[in-house]
């Protein structure tokens, strides 16, 4: 199996991660960097999707093999005090902590990834940082953040 194209690993996590249960499900995913977000019905949180930096090669061994890592950025971003969590702060920290527990579980269970005849394998968590404040330059808006890095490697050969 070859290593998919970035845009590709990208694309096909949005799509997996859509069809996922609630909360996560219930979220807006988004492909790139945003600058603004407005709610559709039903949507409690924002999921922004983009290219990390790259962690490099290493050789895998002997031969022409190389085991390129692909990080994943995602940044959760759950409104604070927004009325799908009944306007309760406490209720939005919930709920940035049970899509944190989601995603790490999901993660763990999907260590290998296949895209089509594309592969990545030993999926990981390489960061998680929670956040709080406005998500984007203009908006007064203050958001329940989570940034995390998914760490994917694969196996080049040539």
């Not at 709610?39 to 031969?63: D, F, K, M, Q």
């Not at 929670?130 to 196996?155: E, H, K, N, S």
Request: aromatic share 10%; proline share 6%; hydrophobic share 40%.
């Amino acid at each position: 199996m070859a290593i998919p194209a970035r845009k590709t690993l990208l694309k096909g996590l949005i799509d997996i991660w859509e069809a996922e249960a609630a909360p996560w499900g219930d979220c807006a995913f988004r492909y790139g960097p945003q600058h603004s977000w407005s709610p559709e019905a039903g949507e409690i949180g924002l999921c922004i999707v983009s290219h990390g930096p790259s962690g490099g090669e290493r050789s895998a061994g002997s031969g022409n093999h190389w085991w390129q890592d692909f990080n994943v950025n995602l940044v959760v971003a759950v409104p604070d005090g927004n009325p799908a969590t009944a306007g309760s702060y406490t209720t939005a920290e919930d709920l940035r902590a049970d899509l944190w527990d989601q995603i790490e579980v999901w993660v763990h269970a999907n260590r290998t990834l296949a895209l089509g005849a594309d592969s990545v394998k030993v999926a990981h968590v390489s960061d998680a940082t929670p956040d709080f404040g406005p998500l984007f330059a203009d908006d007064a808006q203050v958001f329940r953040m989570l940034l995390l890095t998914i760490t994917y490697r694969g196996l080049r050969g040539g």
